[in-house]
């Protein structure tokens, strides 16, 4: 895994805003803070909606498994009712928890997280990847639907009232800087990871698996394993996401644990303005996104949802690749890209000898 | 002397009223180049659709290297070491020729950590090699999909060769390549089946290529074997030159 010159600088600028940005912008603290969750969401999502031609609308479903399984975590684990008493009561029980208490909760409860998304996607793998293109990305959100039609009517989860979350045991400000360096700690962790794995076999299986499926089996790839994993892995860090996301809002219930229309479409409508197949296409499309979205959420108010509708709209009747993707078109030398200056029609006979011509 | 690697005995297969397969019965000797030849829409293709694994069969059995496979599927059979190429030429469009050939490795001994593997060094060096050997080196880095027909399906030979496979089954190698080429290919067949122990099964039209390459050719007809035989016995069956012109 070697890095070049570009991406360096790349991580230097990323790597400052992540550590300076709250300091400088302590008012924007949280707002960055969301930038880092959607960065991590649109490049797990790009894991298989990219890598893999599997576009999954349903991946809003592990964040909201998550978020549940950490609040029975964490709430089980201290308060000695359990999560059922805890929830009849509609939040007039608020038990004191300890500052230990409270962070040995949420470690176990983001770790309950991820496994529980984990869990959920490869319960799911069993059963999704018979279906493939538009007919996938229809059943995985008609998994999300369901997810949060069911979880509303389990009582000891709170049903419909939702859960509120334990206390943060310490100042708001130091409240929000936590937060942030946890979503920020983990869009970091997720982007070398997956860096790493597209670096490997499975980068070249995943793309195998989008070019031609059947080819892939046909030649023996083991596509369900390479499918299994690629979700697996976003399952796994949406759940986390949505264990951190659950305790920042402080109270969770079906629209926060189960955001469709916002955060499930934002991570897709991320990797594609970024350019989607690419490392770097979702951090990209996140951050212009998150800008775009920020911005226009302050200054034209009202207007929020046409403007990024309009960004939609423009990416998909001009940029189909996204940015990423267009800029590779356009200059694919400094993408590593070679295009063929010859014309390959007759080049077919001509270059039989291969590498003694060269 | 009969050591047969693929035994084929008594396939039907039918897609609904229509009968592409009635009752087959065929060997491929281990390390030969067998053919299969007949008239367009005989069932060739669909007799290597079912001894892949692409479909069940309706009847029959189907036995790899004395193991009984027509109830396996494709990705089970492909890691046995039994791969096809496709008459329609697939291969990964988007990615570079090295890359195709990089994914195209064995996958038989794959132990699950085959997925983390790096792509530099041996691997790299083999998927060079082989695209040297068909000659392809020069287009290594370009988008295999921006290669001309006749490239794509070189890659597509070289992209099984990777694969170390026991028996390739090629379908139609030399359709759509232009004749200065064939017979570059035929050499790398006939090498590939000598230097690499490669045991070749090839559905082909041109008569040529096929009484050139093969030691044993099959003829099907409207779904049932006709005749087999050598090369130069074929060529001078009635039966054999009657359905290819049309007198059956």
Sequence with gaps: MSIDK?????????GALGIFGPILFPDYTLSIAYLWMMVLMASTWDTLGGQMGYNSLGNITFFGVGMYASAIVQISFFYEGGVGEYTSAMGSIKPEFTAAEYFWGLSLGIMAAGIAGLAMSLLFSTFMFGLRGPYFAIGSLG???????????INYVGGASGISMPLFPGEIEFRSTFFYMLCFGFAVVSHFLLRWLYSTQFGLAANAIRDDEDKAEAMGIPTLAYKRLGWGIAAFFMGCMGAIAGNMAGFIDKEVAYPIPTFGIFMVAMALLGGKGTLWGPVLGAIIF????????????????????????????????????WLQTKF???FGIVVDGSTSQDADGGNAGGKEAA | MSDPIIEVESVSKSYGGVK???DITMNVQRGSITGIIGPNGCGKTTLFNSIVGYHPIDDGSIRFDGKEISDLRVGDIARLGMLRTFQQTRIYSKMNCVDNMQISVSQRADSGFLMFASRRGEIKDRAEHLLEFVGLYSKRNLISGDLSF???????FAMALMNE???LLLDEPTAGINPTLINGLIDRL????????ITLCVIEHNMRVIMNLASHIYCLANGKMLADGLPADLQNDQRVVDAYLGGH
Excluded: C, D
């Design chain 1, 332 to 334: 694919p030398e400094r």
């Design chain 2, 20 to 22: 592409a397969n009635v």
């Design chain 2, 150 to 156: 006749g490239q794509q399906k070189l890659l597509e």
């Design chain 1, 6 to 14: 570009n991406s360096l600088w790349t991580y230097v600028a990323l």
């Design chain 2, 190 to 197: 006939q090498r590939a089946n000598e230097e690499l122990g």
């Design chain 1, 290 to 325: 998150h800008v775009v979205k920020e911005t226009t959420w302050t200054y034209l108010l009202n207007l929020q949802w046409i403007a990024l509708g309009l960004i939609l709209i423009i990416n998909i009747v001009y940029f189909q690749q996204g940015i990423m993707g």
């Design chain 2, 165 to 167: 496979p026991k028996v």
């Design chain 1, 143 to 153: 998994l999300a639907i369901a997810a949060a039609e069911i979880t509303i009517t």
